[in-house]
């Protein structure tokens, strides 16, 4: 696996010991797949080292002390009043959680963990208000002209006369990316300040009222927690992009080596896009949770490297992933999908695994495979093509079967009493059937799905039948055939 391979390259340049993995999220809207890459690539590597002998620390930054950059489509206009202001600063509109940051940050958590990812979660504001940072701003607010040049240079950027390398909290509007830095008072951990606002005042940097701007924010953390490990999205990975910029800060004012770099590519929705939470496109890892277990999750960023592309499909694409993954039991999604529909309880959903082959399973891992149809059910629900819904009528419908349909099921009916057969042999034994008999396929098996499911198609119809009841099939069967 690709962790594996990264964790021998990280070992040969950093080696074993003290190695500090760091992954950051800015929680500015929905925490969607796209965003979970970012800890899920740290938690892969992180294990992977592990599993070699390293001695490492996996850490989840919240971005929480980044500003609200715009009306996000999910917000009311309302909200206007709140752009430029931090996001851990902000209320939650929908009032079920402290703040704003929260409110997209604490599902997120719950989700991390249900999928048992552990990383150390440390929150920038708070970083910022107990003064963890206050050495780093002196250096940068020091340094200001060479943090200008370097990004000037790297970035081709044309940048503001004025420019500073950190952006203070306004007192009277509480908005912190309006005010300019006109003078500074580095013994008293202070800058002067002045705001588009109008207001005029002084920021205290070791008391979180102010932050640095993101590349210098970047390259700070870096040398606070000597950061040995990071991926990050490919925009930044781009020549001149923050990477870049923040690593050639790092060497050049913080006298450090910038982290192994590991980019990634963007999850994207099948047909929509890339994932992002401003636009709405996307899905939230507890969303995904309801309709696949942690393994199968984990397995989606565990199979593909992180810089190659690749789209996620909730509809057409999840059977192929659990199989690939294994599910909980290794019993085929098709299979738990059709039994899922064609039983009246659980306890008639062990009986036709048993009958179609998985009596193993459902004698060892009866409350996984409860998991599993609950997982399959929700899918059934929300996100499944309508070709794989069915349901098995109680009744037998209202049809009109021509002469040679009744003759098929005739023989099918045979075959049904006259042995004992398992979902491949019945499978095998209507397709003889239906080659002797020279009947057209669609012909053929929309006779068995509309009287058993009144509609004229459905899942492969040996092991559809086999999955019934017996009893049932045969009553079924004469009641049609007469």
Request: aromatic residues 12%.
């Amino acid at each position: 696996m690709w962790a594996e391979e990264l964790a021998k390259k990280i070992i040969k340049e950093h080696g074993k010991k003290k190695l500090f993995i760091s992954t950051m999220i800015t929680p500015s809207g929905p925490i969607h797949l796209g965003n979970l890459k970012e800890v899920m690539v740290g938690f892969l590597i992180s294990d992977a080292l592990k599993k070699a002998g390293a001695e490492v620390s996996f850490n989840f930054f919240v971005d929480n002390f980044d500003h609200l950059r715009r009306v996000y489509p999910f917000l009311p206009k309302s909200f206007e009043k709140y752009v430029g202001r931090s996001l851990s600063e902000i209320p939650d509109f929908w009032n079920c959680h402290k703040s704003y940051d929260k409110h997209f940050l604490e599902p997120f958590l719950q989700a991390l963990v249900e999928l048992n990812v552990k990383p150390k979660v440390r929150y920038v504001d708070l970083l910022y208000k107990n003064g963890t940072y206050t050495p780093v701003i002196k250096i940068a607010l020091r340094n200001r002209d060479k943090i200008y040049k370097i990004i000037s240079k790297i970035s081709g950027r044309v940048m503001p006369k004025d420019w500073s390398p950190f952006m203070p909290l306004c007192a009277k509007c509480g908005k912190i990316n309006q005010s300019k830095v006109v003078g500074q008072e580095l013994d008293k951990n202070l800058v002067q300040y002045q705001c588009l606002c109008g207001h005029k005042g002084k920021a205290d940097f070791s008391k979180g009222q102010g932050k640095l701007v993101w590349r210098v924010h970047w390259s700070a953390n870096w040398k606070t927690f000597n950061v040995s490990i990071e991926g990050f999205g490919k925009d930044q990975a781009t020549k001149g992009g923050g990477y870049d910029t923040a690593s050639a800060i790092v060497k050049e004012i913080y006298h450090q080596e910038p982290p192994f770099p590991v980019p990634y590519e963007w999850v994207y929705v099948k047909g929509q896009g890339k994932m992002a939470g401003s636009t709405g496109i996307g899905f939230t890892p507890l969303q995904m949770l309801e309709v696949m277990p942690s393994e199968t999750l984990i397995y989606f960023y565990e199979r593909t490297k992180p810089n190659k592309h690749f789209d996620f499909d909730i509809a057409e694409g999840l059977p192929a992933l659990w199989n690939e993954s294994g599910g909980l039991t290794r019993i085929p999604f098709e299979h738990l999908v059709m039994v899922a529909q064609s039983a009246f309880s659980f306890e008639d959903i062990l009986d036709s695994l048993k009958r179609t082959g998985y009596g193993k399973q459902v004698q060892s891992s009866k409350s996984k495979i409860q998991n599993e149809i609950k997982y399959v059910k929700n899918w059934l629900k929300d996100y499944a093509p309508e070709r794989y819904k069915f349901a098995v009528q109680k009744s037998t419908p209202k049809i009109k079967l021509s002469h040679i349909q009744k003759e098929f099921l005739s023989n099918i009916l045979k075959a049904v009493e006259g042995k004992k057969l398992d979902g491949e042999k019945l499978h095998q034994e209507i397709h003889n059937i239906k080659n002797k008999m020279k009947i057209p396929p669609r012909e053929a098996f929309s006779a068995i799905y509309q009287i058993f499911l009144g509609k004229d198609s459905g899942p492969q119809a040996g092991w559809f039948l086999a999955g019934l009841d017996k009893k049932f099939v045969i009553k079924r069967l004469k009641e049609v055939i007469q």
